[in-house]
């Protein structure tokens, strides 16, 4: 089994329609993120936690929101889907204390991905 | 101008032949940073990080890092087929604030590796 899961690996919806994916762990990590990867924009960040407590917004997050309900699990969702949503997503996890220099990130581990069409 | 650009690709390059990926980034006080590979498909997977300025080799491939002109770079000598894959460069931030502990991705550069 898959350390970081994701569900649904593929959804087709329409515009105005509600999304959520969910994403779980059993890495036993703090650190959870959400990308989206469109062809030619490389993985941009949605968001982003540290923590169960903590939330913070990346570099595209506006149309999504995010809950991480657990410390294994992370959730996107977006209220109102639009075409341009349409994309790749990754959810993916980290461990600070596989931190080899003193204050930035190490590897991040990937799920396999939701794929998402919004007509 | 993005944070983090790779050369266009795709790359295309025969067998046993030195694959070369380059990225430049524009936050000169990046700390760390990391190629991964991503195959068709899947998710990606890192294959090499670098702190310091210089080379690091790990097997048939080197990272170089030249932080004074704002540059890494990924060397895959003797290539092979089972290397045709997305690269993507990654930079984390500065240590520190809030943009600690993210990682910032280039576009990507496609290698196809042709026996």
């Known amino acids: 089994d898959a350390d970081v899961t994701q569900t649904p690996r593929n959804r087709i919806t329409k515009t105005g329609k509600r999304i959520m994916l969910e994403c779980s762990q059993t890495k036993g990590h703090d650190r959870m993120y959400w990308y989206r990867q469109d062809p030619g924009l490389g993985l941009r960040l949605i968001y982003y936690s540290f923590d169960v407590k903590d939330i913070n917004k990346g570099e595209i997050s506006d149309g999504y929101s995010v809950s991480r309900q657990a410390q294994a699990k992370f959730s996107l969702s977006l209220e109102s889907a639009i075409p341009n949503q349409t994309a790749l997503y990754f959810c993916a996890t980290s461990d600070p204390a596989s931190l080899t220099q003193s204050a930035n990130t190490g590897e991040l581990f990937f799920g396999e991905g939701s794929r998402l069409t919004v007509l | 101008q993005k944070e983090v650009e790779q050369n266009s690709g795709p790359l295309s390059v025969p067998e046993g032949a030195i694959a070369s990926l380059n990225c430049t980034y524009s936050?000169?006080?990046?700390?760390?940073f990391f190629w991964y590979r991503q195959y068709s498909g899947k998710s990606p997977e890192l294959i090499m990080s670098?702190?310091?300025?210089g080379d690091k080799e790990d097997g048939r491939f080197t990272a170089q890092l030249n932080k004074a002109s704002q540059y890494v770079s990924l060397l895959i000598r003797d290539s092979q087929p089972s290397d045709s894959a997305t690269y993507l460069c990654a930079v984390a931030a500065n240590a520190g604030g809030t943009s600690y502990g993210k990682l910032t991705f280039g576009q990507g550069t496609i290698l196809t590796v042709h026996p």
């Open positions: 936050d000169r006080g990046s700390q760390s």
């Open positions: 670098i702190y310091s300025n």
